[in-house]
T-cell receptor
Framework: DTEVTQTPKHLVMGMTNKKSLKCEQHMGHRAMYWYKQKAKKPPELMFVYSYEKLSINESVPSRFSPECPNSSLLNLHLHALQPEDSALYLC????????????FGQGTRLTVV | AQSVTQLGSHVSVSEGALVLLRCNYSSSVPPYLFWYVQYPNQGLQLLLKYTSAATLVKGINGFEAEFKKSETSFHLTKPSAHMSDAAEYFCAVSEPQDMRFGAGTRLTVKP
């Protein structure tokens, strides 16, 4: 199984809503990532978990809250988002160590209204 | 931090023509380099990665890339473009658990 599964595929939420994005992998990878991608732009790293511990937080606003409940799951909790947070949110996973490729999910298309 | 620069935000070729997508890296140590492809409304798929075992790296879908230390380049090529190659291509550099992408090059293939 070489898939990273993200749910939901599409999400529309109001600025006062609380929602969560979910990501799952069964490749035994111990590093998991959240990226944000705006239209016609490259993915921007948001968070990295290594062995279920947050290892990188790219100064992301606190309205985004990551969680790694176990080695296969990664969540991104969303609260009080702004319209400019609308984007494609990509989850990825990889082995821990140098020169390891990341495997990406299909993404969640988020629209904040 | 290491970075990559992709020259040309948009490349257009005819079907059957050579594809050349350019990527230069900035690193004082041997970098870990990758090429990814992204189709509309999809995630990213790995095309190939540089492993330092060979300077010419072969990937999926007929793509290959050559690592040139003297030019700090890792350009992606394909001898003959196919309509299905139309997509966004990203060069990336990785420090452990910190993969950074270039700005991307949109490839258009004309019939």
């Amino acid at each position: 199984d070489t898939e990273v599964t993200q749910t939901p595929k599409h999400l529309v939420m109001g600025m006062t809503n609380k929602k969560s994005l979910k990501c799952e992998q069964h490749m035994g990878h111990r590093a998991m990532y959240w990226y944000k991608q705006k239209a016609k732009k490259p993915p921007e790293l948001m968070f990295v978990y290594s062995y279920e511990k947050l290892s990188i937080n790219e100064s992301v606003p606190s309205r985004f809250s990551p969680e790694c409940p176990n080695s296969s799951l990664l969540n991104l909790h969303l609260h009080a988002l702004q319209p400019e947070d609308s984007a494609l949110y990509l989850c990825a996973s990889s082995q821990v160590g140098p020169n390891t490729e990341a495997f990406f999910g299909q993404g969640t298309r988020l629209t904040v209204v | 931090a290491q970075s990559v620069t992709q020259l040309g935000s948009h490349v257009s070729v005819s079907e059957g023509a050579l594809v050349l997508l350019r990527c230069n890296y900035s690193s004082s140590v041997p970098p870990y380099l990758f090429w990814y492809v992204q189709y509309p409304n999809q995630g990213l798929q790995l095309l190939l990665k540089y492993t330092s075992a060979a300077t010419l790296v072969k990937g999926i879908n007929g793509f290959e890339a050559e690592f040139k230390k003297s030019e700090t380049s890792f350009h992606l090529t394909k001898p003959s473009a196919h309509m299905s190659d139309a997509a966004e291509y990203f060069c990336a550099v990785s420090e452990p658990q910190d993969m950074r992408f270039g700005a991307g090059t949109r490839l258009t293939v004309k019939p």
